[in-house]
């Protein structure tokens, strides 16, 4: 019966791990969502800084949604790589 205890207890770790990882994701990824609602292009580059170019601006956006697997509407001018994003 004792051989049981060590896998027993390896499982419950890694569920703890897991648990708190989720948990950990889920509540970045609400707090995410709040503070970047969805925008249109037309928001978008009215947040952008004046004299930007719409085509570079709206393309960017693309690239940083598409590679970051984040929504296309939730990616603001004011979005940061590291601190909203996760990309260092």
């Known amino acids: 019966m004792e051989h049981f205890i060590i ?4 499982a419950l770790i ?3 791990v897991f648990f708190v990882c989720f948990y ?3 509540r970045e990824s609400a707090y995410f969502e709040k ?5 249109s292009d037309v928001e ?3 947040r952008c800084t004046p004299g930007a170019s ?4 709206l393309r960017v ?9 984040v929504e296309y ?3 603001h001018p004011s979005t940061r790589f590291v601190d909203d994003l996760g990309v260092d």
């Open 7 to 10: 896998p027993l207890l390896a």
């Open 14 to 16: 890694l569920f703890g």
């Open 24 to 26: 950990s994701t889920k």
């Open 35 to 39: 503070r970047f609602p969805p925008i």
């Open 44 to 46: 978008f580059m009215a």
């Open 54 to 57: 719409p085509d570079v601006a």
């Open 61 to 69: 956006r693309r690239i940083v949604a598409e590679r970051l697997g």
């Open 73 to 75: 509407e939730r990616i």
